[in-house]
């Protein structure tokens, strides 16, 4: 597992390390029995045409898509290059999609990230970047370690201290539920090396726009 390194040495997902191996299949004949219970205890009918198929649905959506990330053979290869082109100022790449799930309440966090760094050296593929802020997304997650996860990966990645990270989110535990507050979105930021200077960290933040929030959640 060529990328496990790189989950351990970040910050760390509360996982049980005693957990017992279980096949994906497992696990989705697991989650779908219990997610039958809580149907059950609902008093939804299990028979009925429409419902019937929730319970599996519910489970392959859980270990195929929303927490596929926290199995450490789905990370990303993070191959950089060398940088040719000289290029030694920052490199942005904006609005990168953030679709997660509160570790709270199992509800969506969507929102989008945007990442800067300035190449020690290395480079990497701009889609990656995408490919690692996605990794760590499919997981039950609260925004700060999120943000922290992702920062981490990339310094160790691009082999340098100089990489920011912006999130802004919105979190339907917040919007859809509780307090119900529709227009409140969640901002979270962190960075090392040369990002820590208050003008280098300007430079990115005016590239960055304000707030630009999925679909109907704007
Ligand atoms: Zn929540």
């Known amino acids: 597992m060529k990328n496990k390194e790189h989950q351990e040495k970040g910050i760390r997902q509360p996982v049980r390390t005693d957990a017992p191996f279980l096949s994906e299949q497992e696990k989705i004949d697991r989650i779908a029995a219990a997610f039958v219970t809580i149907m059950e205890t609902l008093g ?3 028979e009925d045409d429409s419902l019937k198929g929730t319970p599996v649905r519910v489970a392959k959506m859980y270990v195929s898509e929303l927490f596929k990330g926290l199995d450490p053979a789905a990370a990303p290869d993070i191959s950089t290059f060398d940088n040719h082109y000289q290029y030694n100022r920052v490199l942005i790449e904006k609005n990168i999609l953030v679709k997660s799930t509160c570790e709270h309440h199992f509800l969506p966090i969507l929102g989008h990230a945007h990442v800067g760094y ?7 593929g701009l889609s990656k ?8 997304c499919r997981r039950p997650q609260v925004q700060e370690r ?3 996860q992702i920062l981490i ?3 160790e990645a691009l082999q340098t201290q100089d ?4 999130i802004d989110a919105v979190h339907l535990c917040v919007t859809a539920r509780g307090i119900e507050d529709p227009h409140c979105s969640t ?7 040369c990002f820590e200077d208050p003008l280098v ?9 304000s707030s630009k929030l999925p679909g109907l959640l704007q």
């Open 44 to 46: 939804l009918d299990l």
């Open 118 to 124: 300035y190449s020690s050296g290395r480079i990497i």
């Open 129 to 136: 970047l995408n490919r690692i802020v996605d990794y760590y």
């Open 146 to 148: 999120l943000t922290r």
């Open 153 to 155: 990966a990339l310094q």
């Open 163 to 166: 990489v920011i990270v912006v």
């Open 187 to 193: 901002y979270t930021i962190d960075y090392g090396g």
């Open 201 to 209: 960290r300007k430079e990115f933040l005016d590239c960055c726009p």
